[in-house]
């Protein structure tokens, strides 16, 4: 894996998938001033997609989320992972 390459496309897609900024970013969870600011979620990759970054068949990075390795949440049978807990696990790989 190149990982210059596989690191420009995690920056990439973490960019994509960040929520638009609605102004919010320095109001309180537990009671914003601003009844429009909701919190911001970012969207959870698949498996099939977070392996395509990584440049891994999605049946190694299952494994590695399984024995925790890697950060992700299982829904079922189905495991999906964040692009930004990602680039921090190649990050982490290069140190």
Do not use: Y
């Amino acid at each position: 894996m190149n990982s210059r390459s596989g690191n420009q496309n995690l920056a990439q897609l973490a960019q994509l998938r960040k929520p638009a900024s609605n102004g919010c970013e320095n109001e309180s969870r537990s009671q914003p001033s601003n009844p429009s600011c909701q919190s911001n979620f970012e969207p959870l990759l698949d498996s099939a997609e977070a392996a395509a970054l990584l440049k891994v068949h999605p049946n190694t990075l299952k494994k590695l989320a399984r024995n925790g390795e890697v950060s992700a949440i299982q829904i079922g049978k189905l495991w999906r992972f964040r692009a930004s807990a990602l680039n921090d696990w190649v990050k982490s790989r290069m140190s």
